[in-house]
């Protein structure tokens, strides 16, 4: 019961997914061929009300939903790694039609063959984890 508000926003950021197309792999193949604005509407409108909440959050001072301060630690400078990254987050993407957040969204749509890229990332988070203290960070 004390999960239940999260499974409900779940849910419903589940609905908006789908019934926006976020979910489609025909319009995230469009967007990686720059042949469509809607995902990159769909981003950029995130970006734009990220920007606006974490202003608002650092300018009123707001606290968690357990009264602690919400606190911005600033980020490490080194662009390469964001570099890296983001490549092979986006490859990842390009070949698998989908973030990790969608993954679930599509499993919960029946599309069941995202199970073989659920348990792709599952796999590889596992590996990075065993790898992580001699990659460089």
Do not use: Q
Not at 15 to 23: F, L, N
Not at 67 to 73: D, L, M, R, S
Not at 78 to 90: A, D, Q
Not at 111 to 131: K, N, R
């Amino acid at each position: 019961m004390k999960y239940l508000k999260f499974l409900l926003v779940g849910i419903f950021f589940g609905i908006i997914m789908v019934k926006s197309e976020a979910v489609s792999w025909y319009r995230i193949f469009e967007m990686f061929r720059f042949e469509s604005f809607h995902m990159y509407g769909i981003i950029g409108s995130a970006v734009i009300l990220g920007v606006i909440i974490v202003a608002l959050i650092k300018k009123s001072g707001m606290h968690s939903i357990e009264g602690n301060a919400i606190t911005f630690n600033p980020k490490d400078k080194t662009w390469p790694r964001y570099i890296i990254g983001g490549t092979f987050f986006g490859l990842g993407w390009a070949l698998a039609g989908a973030c990790p957040g969608p993954m679930y969204v599509l499993l919960g749509s029946g599309v069941f063959s995202i199970l073989l890229v659920i348990a792709g990332s599952l796999i590889g988070t596992y590996v990075y984890g065993l790898l992580r203290d001699k990659l460089p960070h």
